[in-house]
């Protein structure tokens, strides 16, 4: 079974930062869009910010609106991996965010859960005081 291995999670205060990392086999990461879900108890998971990863492409991420200006992903082509910078994290920020990969014929910008066929295991953002 592929493995999207995620690192990075943890806890931290209101205003902390902290920065997910995602790798994936090269041929996975090569396919279209990997990117960040997240999920918390009692809620569906939701988009976070997605970049393209097929080669030759420009990045084009897509962020979710709460998070725009606060969190940055990047892709390294070298290592097969995508990052998620998340500075000024709020409680509302709080969940486990999961990684996803290769989002099949749909274009990242609006490619949803369903669409997308490979999952990390997830991995628990808290921020609390």
């Known amino acids: 079974q592929v493995q999207l291995v995620e690192s990075g999670g943890g806890s931290v205060q209101p205003g902390g930062s902290l920065r997910l990392s995602c790798a994936a086999p090269?041929?996975?990461?090569?396919?279209?869009?990997m990117g960040w879900f997240r999920q918390s108890p009692g809620k569906e998971r939701e988009r976070v910010a997605i970049?393209?990863?097929?080669?030759?492409?420009?990045?084009?991420?897509y962020y979710r609106d709460s998070v725009k200006g606060r969190f940055t992903i990047s892709r390294d082509n070298v290592k097969n991996t995508v990052y998620l910078q998340m500075n000024s994290l709020t409680p509302e920020d709080t969940a486990m965010y999961y990684c996803?990969?290769?989002?099949?014929?749909?274009?990242?910008?609006?490619?949803?859960?369903?669409?997308?066929?490979?999952w990390g295991q997830g991995t628990q953002v808290t921020v609390s005081s």
């Open positions: 970049i393209q990863t097929r080669t030759g492409t420009i990045t084009f991420p």
């Open positions: 090269g041929y996975i990461y090569t396919r279209n869009c």
């Open positions: 996803a990969a290769d989002s099949g014929g749909r274009a990242c910008a609006s490619a949803e859960a369903d669409n997308y066929n490979y």
